[in-house]
């Protein structure tokens, strides 16, 4: 039978029914018989889905594109005859792959601990006696126990209850705590049965009596989570993008090599065996060994710095993914809000009271001190402060740790409770001077709660608080300014214009009231509807579940960066556009979308929708679910965030899943890409920032190497055409000490680079924008790379003129080219530590940003300095490498060469800077 229609068919029938169908009773299952249904049903626990094994993940880091080409490229090295550098290569590709395996290896540590949460018990009925048991053994036709704080381990039929209110936020997404009875009504939204409760949810007051029909991957969160399962990941952009690179590097690579090779045999005269090793050289001096490494460290580096700012990534490439982030659909309730209910306007007859977080300010113009109890110079605003603290059953509890106080009870009423103590009022005072003699609690038929105290020697005090509708209704008198006089119908005009104009602004109002009543009352036999009748209307209290603080500046980080935010909400369309606009997410002329309006969409109706501004309200799992889907056949790139069970199928979906640590269930966490530790969006908007800079530093490193195979290949190019006539300036040995030795670390330190200042006041990039882009293109071969081509030839030809050339034949062996070569390779060393300081920004000063800065890179240019002063000195390194002993006035020529080459594309930048057209 399908879920819903076994959903209606318990909340629909009786009691009674509900036992028989479940073969229990009010005294519960026997310990033997939940036993026999333990073994039957299973656990009661939401299974995870099959993990991926460690050796599946293990061996997943030597098997992408880039590495398999890594594999390939030592091969040829060790078949071309250099053994060292085919074994180079391969270690450089196995330390990648252990270093990429531990980090996501410790990230899902840091995700299991986030997750691991202490054993949760619940209180059951076993043959007529309560019992304490694990939750995980309860099973169908248990019936067990529930109060305030408890969190409800199963979905159930309530077969008794007192004031019960739940929190269902986890799985709808609605901040405001639904009402809960034993009689059927099926209430507004998903999940809303008056008589049902869920697994997963709390209960925010009162207490009940329930029997469970469904536990574990039975309930509706179970089913959610199933959904979440049966999704595969979609390849992150950047596994995508690389894998593009490779096929692009590779194409180039062997397109040189062929090019080497027929010019080899054609122009020099090389026998085949020769030019194939030649040709073998030149493809693999073409491949950027170092590339794979720099993103694993790009990727890592982001992901230490993301964890400090509260963001911890489980798969290192979700961080690339949240800088090419283009929407982001985001949940309201414990995401953009603080899902704390809060009190703003305190509304009398005779005034209005907006409250501060000191005080209250009357109609915008007076501030009252808290301090001086104020509401007691208001005789309206004293009884609305005492109605609202003492008609309450919540209770908040501080935190000695000096964190966020402990609600016991509802947040609507908490909220009440927050607002009389911020006025200085003592609730336990109050009630030993007026002790509640009786409780008529609150319903969903009524929507209305009252409490009778002790008033003097010969009256008792009727206090009452609901909904506006409902409570207004029990009124015919009203006071102001202390005075009661009936109430007329401009009265009534006036306090619904009040209604109305809070809810338009996302507000929700609560009516309070009272009555006095003689002594010669029966308080314990009056009925409810003589009790609640003839009330006096005292006023309004309005609250709404607050914004964070930190929102309003991430949403427009947000709108600088070109992302847009959606928010995708189980609240009310009213509330969710009011946050909206408030917080500067949409325009007051966003399109608001119901979930029952999102059924009747086709996904091209949708589609177009999702192109405008758009907020959606009331919608179930599977809508957010296609809210998401269709974000993405439009192109976009998704992140989708969330802390319900009901969010999970959307951030598994997501390109980019985000789920709140805090306040997260464990279904959202394990479907997400990404935690939240501390629930703070704004964490969302740095952690792009990062991925942003991650993306810029890939590339940053691709300008940087890429730079290098053009003054590389020039000497090979001018000795192939030249038919031999000009020798080789510069060996294969040397082409590759520059590639896997010299460029290396420089190249590391460009992936620890932080973010460009200007990098959040760009658009995203777009997807058919690739690593290997024009502008990288022209950058590194036709601006870097020739220059470096011009100054490291130039070497070459000026140590031969020295010796006499032209009028001597270019060295062809001998010490005069040991120099020669050894002065082209020097050349390209320097003008690389020029390259990697000009890689480090776009089109922002390299001293603006500061020029040492970068530590990593420092290192890198040190390390590479005394390598290759090393292979100038070493005897035996010198034959293999082809270098000799350089003169002072050479290296004092090679130091100086940074210096011109910096200061030049400073200029450049400076140009691109004020003048974007250049």
Not at 561 to 575: E, P, Q
Request: aromatic share 8%; with cysteine.
């Amino acid at each position: 039978m399908d879920e819903n229609k076994i959903r209606e068919l318990y909340a629909q029938n009786e009691v009674q029914q509900v036992f028989t169908n479940l073969q229990s009773s009010s005294s519960g299952l026997s310990d033997e018989e939940a036993a026999e249904r333990l073994k039957k049903y299973g656990a009661n626990t939401i299974k995870k889905a099959a993990a991926e094994s460690e050796w599946k993940t293990f061996f997943k880091n030597f098997s992408s594109m880039m590495a398999i080409l890594l594999w390939i490229s030592g091969l040829i090295a060790i078949v071309s005859g250099t053994l060292e550098l085919g074994i180079a290569i391969w270690l450089v590709n196995i330390i990648n792959g252990l270093f990429s395996f531990w980090q996501e290896r410790a990230a899902k540590r840091a995700t299991d601990a986030l997750n691991n949460m202490l054993p949760s018990y619940v209180e059951v009925i076993r043959s007529g006696k309560k019992k304490q048991i694990n939750s995980k053994d309860l099973v169908p036709g248990d019936v067990f126990v529930l109060q305030a704080g408890n969190s409800i381990p199963a979905d159930a039929r309530i077969i008794s209850a007192s004031s019960m209110q739940v929190d269902q936020s986890a799985l709808n997404g609605e901040s405001v705590p639904e009402s809960k009875t034993v009689k059927y009504d099926p209430g507004e939204g998903s999940y809303a049965e008056s008589n049902l409760v869920y697994s997963g949810t709390t209960v925010g007051a009162g207490t009940a009596r329930a029997i469970a029909f469904a536990t574990g991957m039975n309930t509706e969160f179970g089913r959610i989570a199933s959904l979440t399962q049966k999704q595969t990941k979609t390849t992150s952009p950047l596994t995508a993008e690389l894998n593009r690179l490779t096929k692009q590097i590779s194409i180039i690579a062997i397109a040189i090599g062929l090019i080497f090779f027929i010019a080899a045999i054609f122009f020099v005269k090389y026998p085949l065996a020769k030019a194939s090793i030649f040709a073998l050289g030149m493809i693999v001096a073409f491949i950027p060994e170092g590339l794979l490494p720099t993103v694993t460290l790009s990727l890592a580096q982001g992901v230490k710095r993301m964890a400090k700012k509260h963001a911890l990534v489980k798969e290192l490439n979700s961080v690339e993914t949240l800088g090419e982030t283009t929407v982001i659909c985001s949940d309201k309730t414990g995401t953009l809000t603080q899902n704390q209910m809060t009190i703003h306007y305190l509304w009398t007859p005779a005034n209005e009271y907006h409250v501060t977080g000191n005080g209250y300010v009357n109609n915008g113009q007076i501030e009252l001190n808290t301090k001086q109890l104020w509401y007691e110079e208001n005789l309206d605003l004293r009884k609305l402060v005492q109605i609202a603290a003492l008609d309450n059953d919540t209770s908040v509890q501080p935190n000695k740790k000096g964190g966020k106080p402990k609600i016991l009870g509802t947040p609507t009423e908490a909220s009440l409770i927050v607002m009389a103590q911020k006025a200085g009022f003592d609730k336990q005072k109050a009630l030993v001077k007026y002790p509640r003699l009786r409780e008529l609690p609150f319903d969903s038929d009524r929507k209305r709660m009252s409490t009778i105290h002790r008033w003097d020697d010969t009256h008792y005090i009727v206090l009452t608080k609901g909904s506006y509708s409902d409570t207004i209704k029990q009124c015919d008198r009203i006071q102001v300014n202390g005075k009661i006089r009936p109430m007329t119908e401009a009265d009534r005009l006036r306090a619904k214009k009040a209604n109305a104009d809070y809810a338009s602004r996302g507000l929700r109002s609560m009516a309070l009231a009272y009555k006095i009543i003689d002594h010669d009352v029966d308080v314990n036999k009056i009925n409810i509807a003589d009790a609640e009748s003839n009330l006096v209307f005292v006023g309004l209290a309005t609250m709404s579940d607050p914004p964070r603080p930190e929102i309003y500046d991430a949403v427009k980080r947000c709108h600088q960066a070109k992302i847009r935010i959606i928010m995708v909400t189980g609240d009310s369309k009213l509330t969710a556009k009011a946050v909206a606009v408030q917080i500067g997410l949409t325009s007051d002329k966003a399109r608001v979308i119901s979930g029952n309006e999102l059924d009747k969409m086709s996904d091209e109706e949708l589609r177009h929708a999702l192109k405008d501004e758009v907020i959606f309200a009331r919608v179930a799992p599977e809508q957010k679910y296609r809210i998401v889907k269709n974000c993405q056949a439009n192109g976009e790139v998704v992140a989708s965030t969330g802390d319900g069970v009901n969010d999970a199928p959307a951030l598994k979906q997501a390109d980019i899943g985000i789920a709140m640590g805090m306040t997260g269930t464990d279904v959202a966490k394990d479907a997400a890409n990404m935690i939240l530790t501390d629930d703070n969006f704004a964490s969302i908007v740095a952690a792009i920032e990062e991925g942003r800079a991650v993306y810029s530093n890939i590339r940053k490193f691709l300008t940087y190497i890429l730079t290098s195979n053009v003054p590389e290949a020039i000497p090979s190019v001018l000795f192939l055409f030249s038919a031999g006539l000009i020798p080789l300036p510069m060996t294969v040995m040397q082409i590759l000490t520059v590639d896997l030795g010299t460029d290396m670390l420089p190249a590391l330190g460009l992936g620890a680079e932080a973010a460009d200042p200007d990098i959040m006041k760009q658009p995203p990039r777009k997807r058919s924008e690739h690593l290997l882009n024009k502008g990288v293109i022209i950058k590194a071969f036709c601006w870097y790379g020739l220059l470096s081509s011009i100054i490291s030839t130039a070497a070459y030809f000026f140590v031969n003129y020295q010796n006499g050339w032209p009028n001597v034949a270019l060295a062809a062996n001998g010490s005069i080219y040991m120099r020669a070569t050894t002065m082209v390779l020097g050349a390209i060393v320097f003008t690389q530590v020029a390259n990697v300081l000009n890689c480090r920004t776009n089109t922002v000063s390299v001293f603006k940003k500061g020029l040492f800065k970068n530590k990593n890179i420092w290192y890198g240019i040190i390390f590479e300095i005394i390598l290759f002063f090393i292979l100038t000195v070493t005897p035996g390194i010198q034959q293999v490498f082809n270098t000799t002993i350089l003169t002072m006035s050479d290296w004092l020529f090679l130091f100086l060469l940074p210096v011109p080459l910096v200061l030049l594309d400073e200029l450049r930048k400076w140009l691109m800077y004020h003048h974007k057209n250049i």
